[in-house]
């Protein structure tokens, strides 16, 4: 394994492509084409957005438990191979019982991929090495929204089931050169000496930031659902700027999201973890807004890109500042909570903005609620910014 280091930040990059990028993200560009060609209404598709986010809520949860059952390999084998057929099985117009159900899979999947991946990637990367294969791991994010963007529009035309079978044959190619290049060479175990210590006391421990940390993390998964579930449909019908004209801002959106974790390091290094993620949080509370006041192309684009970007950035940061200030034996387990705090606010947001969006019947109304949560995220970065540097300064 040793040889194959470098692939294995790769390989996280095509797993978070697949579960993220594909598994979840594919289905927004889709909403129009859905509704256009009759399958679903737009209430129908709000709530197929919203049951792919309890399935990440749901994946969230048993994450670690399944990868302790199976084993990481195994468990990233599975997610992979239901990633691929659950977006095959999406060409078929099954109705709202069978559709929701494989939305349900791609989400648990992706959720359970985005919780195994990324721990047994660093767990087996030198210390020096860790940081860059962070930031590598998290643009398969930014890169798979790309890629979705491209192949829909270029499938629009063909169908709504070309396009499901373009991606899951895309996924599966992917999946399959990451399985035989890395993955089936997984060790079922980290390397002695990989897992962290205990240095710190639970008293010690600034449970107070922390959770100011978590719960603003979690906001930021609520604030989000207007830009990844309705985005292109907003702009698309909404707006009344055509298909492709979506399409084309989801693209700047996952062009954002290639760039996001590269620009959350170099602030971290320049001004820390916990304020960097403050900075983020504002810069992604003024481009949910951005659309309230500009809907232009600049609006727009601006919009699609921070947004895009700051995600990303946002969990790179978040597992910083987590990693800082919880004690070594503890850093897993907390980062645990923030996955599982940032899936149950973006289950529960899908949800709810799925109802707004019918009693309001206008995705703008769940644009400025959004904005508005991110707004209570970023009181909450603030404060847990200055907790931390009290708490250094009192040590």
Do not use: K
Not at 183 to 190: G, I, N, V
Request: aromatic letters at 10%; proline letters at 5%; charged letters at 10%.
């Amino acid at each position: 394994m040793p040889g194959r280091l470098w692939r294995l930040p790769l390989a996280g990059a095509v797993a978070l492509l697949l579960g993220v990028g594909f598994g979840r993200y594919v289905f927004t560009p889709l909403i129009t084409p859905l509704v256009e060609a009759g399958w679903f209404t737009t209430e129908q598709t709000a709530r197929l957005g919203a049951i792919n986010l309890l399935g990440y809520l749901l994946g969230a949860a048993g994450a670690n438990r399944y990868a302790g059952w199976l084993g990481p390999r195994r468990a990233i084998a599975s997610c992979l191979v239901a990633l691929v057929i659950s977006l095959a099985a999406c060409a078929w117009p099954w109705g709202m019982v069978g559709y929701g159900f494989w939305r349900f899979v791609a989400g648990a999947a992706a959720a359970t991929l985005t919780i195994v991946v990324t721990p047994a990637i660093m767990a087996r990367m030198p210390e020096a090495r860790r940081p860059a294969a962070s930031a590598t791991i998290f643009t398969g994010i930014g890169v798979g929204t790309m890629g979705v963007s491209l192949i829909v529009p270029w499938l629009a035309d063909v169908g709504v089931a070309a396009t499901w079978l373009a991606t899951a044959v895309v996924g599966a190619i992917l999946a399959w050169v990451s399985w035989v290049g890395v993955w089936r060479y997984l060790p079922a175990e980290a390397a002695a000496g990989d897992e962290p210590v205990a240095h710190a006391s639970a008293a010690t421990t600034p449970w107070l930031i922390i959770g100011l940390v978590l719960v603003a993390y979690g906001l930021s998964s609520a604030g989000y659902v207007p830009h990844s579930l309705y985005w292109v449909d907003y702009i698309a019908r909404e707006l009344d700027r055509g298909s492709q004209a979506g399409n084309h801002y989801w693209l700047l959106l996952g062009f954002g999201g290639v760039s996001g974790p590269l620009l959350g390091g170099v602030a971290a290094r320049g001004v820390g973890f916990a304020w960097a993620l403050v900075a983020a949080f504002v810069l992604m509370t003024l481009a949910t807004a951005l659309p309230l006041a500009f809907v232009g192309p600049v609006g727009l684009s601006l919009s699609s890109l921070i947004v895009g970007a700051m995600v990303p950035a946002i969990i790179t940061l978040t597992a910083g500042t987590v990693h800082a200030l919880s004690p070594a034996a503890r850093q897993r387990q907390i980062w645990g909570w923030a996955t599982l705090s940032f899936a149950t606010t973006q289950a529960i947001g899908g949800f709810a903005m799925a109802r707004l969006y019918v009693v309001a019947d206008s995705y703008a109304t769940t644009i400025a609620v959004g904005a508005a949560i991110l707004l209570v995220a970023t009181i909450c970065a603030l404060f847990g910014a200055i907790g931390a540097r009290l708490s250094r300064a009192g040590a």
